[in-house]
């Protein structure tokens, strides 16, 4: 991709999208540089909406969602914001967007897609009830905010990161909460079962009924709110329905231009190191791409988290400059609930070995390591800033301790981090 492209053009207005326009700005970026967002505000901070946003209700109204850069930043640095405004084309042979708003076509040299992903709304009756909601933008928080004064009771769909963050805030807000998974534990896609026994239990004991193997067949109309329909039990009634069932890649727009996507249930845009896609003059980063991981044997994978957004937004940026600068970076998440904070350095899918640190109880800090072959692919660590820190020094390292050094507490963390570069030496 040449370094002179004049007009770069960014679809979507999330993280992704902020630090592609920061790390453009930082590489002293002169050229034009347009962001689309179809949401009438700049990019804010997307963790907080399932967390301490749904208990912001004052008397003064909503809360002001906040920036991740101020308003002077984009006017000052010359990046021109379309909000409230939706792409609806692709048009790349011309190399234009048609769009929903003004202008209705718009040129660029260089087109980077930041669309994000879209909260899964099963194929369920009754599914787009006005009182059931998804938590994907400020817009949708707010109106399940604006439901909390004259409620008492919600049903919470999935026990995810969403789900269970969600549950939390809304406990805490006073709310009588009842958790639906229709799998056998929580966070099932993402840790193990030590660690959804900790959480099991966390919110049980801060009064939230879990319900596994509860499978939603629909939800009906009842006056001032919901019956949910279940496959294996008695019908349950709620005064709204939160919904926390998981993500897919926003890539229809991707799709309908013609651009390699992967097939489900993965979905993403496909792109190289550098995020480009098969097309010379589109990149794509964030949640709506998919690309290999090299810690990860190159296998293509699709994150959500912010620090991927934020990654692979720098990666873009040096591409479009000119530079480009693949880089081979560790998944991370974090998730807060309740007083607890979980932090997960790397991906644990396919390990064959999980050492305990640690012991999982109520006020304490453990971690838990995931090996293959005793290889370190991950670390779930819980109240546990330093497990995690020493994670993020050796997975991307690849280098891995003895385990049964992890096990013993009383072994230092630098000490670990020792046994495992002599380990390698």
């Known amino acids: ?159 995810g990161f969403i789900g269970l963050e969600a549950s939390a805030s809304l406990r805490q807000a006073g709310l009588e909460v009842t958790v639906l998974e229709r799998g056998e534990r929580p966070l099932a896609r993402v840790t193990s079962p030590v660690v959804s026994e900790f959480f099991t239990g966390l919110h049980r004991g801060h009064g939230v009924e879990l319900r596994f193997g509860a499978g939603v067949t629909a939800i009906h109309d009842r006056p001032d709110g919901v019956r949910v329909e279940l496959a294996d039990s008695a019908p349950l009634d709620a005064d709204l329905v939160v919904l926390g069932a998981g993500g897919i890649a926003n890539d229809a727009l991707a799709r309908a231009a013609g651009l390699a996507v992967s097939d489900p249930p993965s979905g993403g845009v496909l792109v190289d190191a550098c995020q480009r896609t098969d097309d010379p003059h589109v990149l794509a980063i964030g949640d709506c791409c998919n690309r290999a991981n090299e810690l990860y044997g190159g296998h293509r994978m699709r994150l959500e988290s912010v620090q991927n957004a934020n990654d692979q937004a720098k990666v873009a940026a040096a591409t479009i400059a000119g530079l480009p600068r693949p880089a081979a970076v560790m998944p991370w998440f974090w998730s807060d609930q309740y007083d607890v904070k ?84």
């Not at 370094?3 to 326009?21: D, F, I, N, S, W």
Request: with cysteine.
């Open 1 to 159: 991709m040449a370094a002179t492209a004049e007009r770069v053009v960014v679809v979507g207005a999330g993280h992704a999208a902020a630090q592609l326009c920061a790390s453009l700005v930082a590489s002293s970026w002169t050229n034009h540089l347009t962001m689309i967002g179809d949401e009438p505000i700049l990019p804010y901070h997307r963790p907080p909406l399932s967390k301490a946003r749904l208990q912001c209700v004052t008397s003064d109204g909503e809360p002001t969602e906040q920036l991740i850069r101020p308003e002077t930043f984009y006017r000052e640095h010359g990046v021109r914001h379309l909000a409230g405004v939706k792409v609806t084309a692709i048009d790349r042979a011309a190399r234009q967007l048609i769009l929903s708003g003004e202008p209705r076509i718009l040129d660029y040299d260089t087109l980077v897609l930041a669309t994000g992903s879209l909260h899964l709304r099963p194929p369920l009756p009754g599914i787009d009830h006005e009182r059931v909601h998804t938590l994907r933008t400020a817009a949708e928080a707010a109106s399940v905010r604006r439901r909390l004064s004259g409620a008492r009771s919600v049903a919470v769909i999935g026990a």
């Open 342 to 425: 979980l932090q997960i350095a790397g991906l644990s899918a396919g390990y064959d070995r999980c050492v305990l640190r640690g012991r999982p109880e109520p006020g304490t800090a453990f971690s838990v390591w995931y090996f293959r072959d005793r290889r370190l692919l991950a670390v779930d660590a819980v109240n546990d800033p330093r497990a995690y820190a020493l994670a993020g020094k050796l997975i991307p390292r690849r280098l891995s301790p003895d385990p049964a050094l992890v096990a013993d507490t009383a072994v230092a963390p630098r000490d670990l981090l020792r046994s495992a570069e002599e380990n390698v030496a």
